[in-house]
């Protein structure tokens, strides 16, 4: 009696944590400030005797805009909101930004079966800053009506999807600070640069001592020769 107990125990320890994974959520539930980034609305179905044929996500505030991935099967309704705090962007202020995002199946055929999950991909620009958490309310709509409000806290039973902040990358493009050992390695090859242009500097001058020196030979020569023909002329 006990044994069975304890199979039954660790049997529904496993089962919890499955249908807990299978909460709507928004991937990669961390995104760097003032990123352009893809975020994708994850769908599981929940329900064994129904399909998924319809989700609302309404966004939080200050998105600006967002582009969304054609889904095959399903239409997509974008409604927009006045923006508490206008955004400024390359093309200009914007006022208004993204209240929701509704995706419907067109047919029973195109809804999520029992079992099976669905990504709806979208586009956007990560607003506010790093530590902020960016919470994404959900309806989820099954075939039989039934309808899941996934807006609750992180511990409850339907949670909203969130998005932490996290500081934006350093895209100054600045060259990182030389390490200790770069710095001695640079030292050290600066002697070696300038002993290699002395050995040059120090080639050329003889080649041209050389040069001078054979001249001079060829103009001593020509004056021995010429004396000896004038004293023969005389």
Known sequence: M?????????ALALVVPAAADAHVTVQPNTAAAGSFTRLDVRVPNERDDASTNKIVVQFPEG??????????????????????????TDDGEVTEGVNT???????A?????PGGFEDFGLSVQIPGKA???????????????????????????NPAPTVSVT??????????????????AAATATPAASSSDDGGSSNGLAIVALIVGALGLIVGVFGVMSGRRAKSLA
Do not use: C, M
């Not at 044994?3 to 125990?9: F, G, I, N, S």
């Open 101 to 107: 995002i509704t995706w419907t199946a067109k047919s």
């Open 2 to 10: 006990l044994k069975t107990a304890l199979l039954t125990t660790a």
């Open 109 to 113: 055929a195109d809804a999520i079966p």
């Open 167 to 184: 500081a934006a990358a350093d895209e100054s493009g600045a060259a990182p600070a030389a390490t200790p050992a770069a710095t001695q």
């Open 131 to 157: 530590g902020d958490t960016l919470t994404f309310k959900a309806l989820q709509t099954y075939s039989n009506k039934e309808v899941v409000r996934w807006i609750g806290a992180e511990s409850s039973d």
């Open 63 to 88: 998105f600006a805009d967002a582009s969304f991935e054609a889904n095959p099967g399903w239409d997509i309704k974008v409604t927009k909101k006045k923006l508490a705090k206008p955004v400024q």
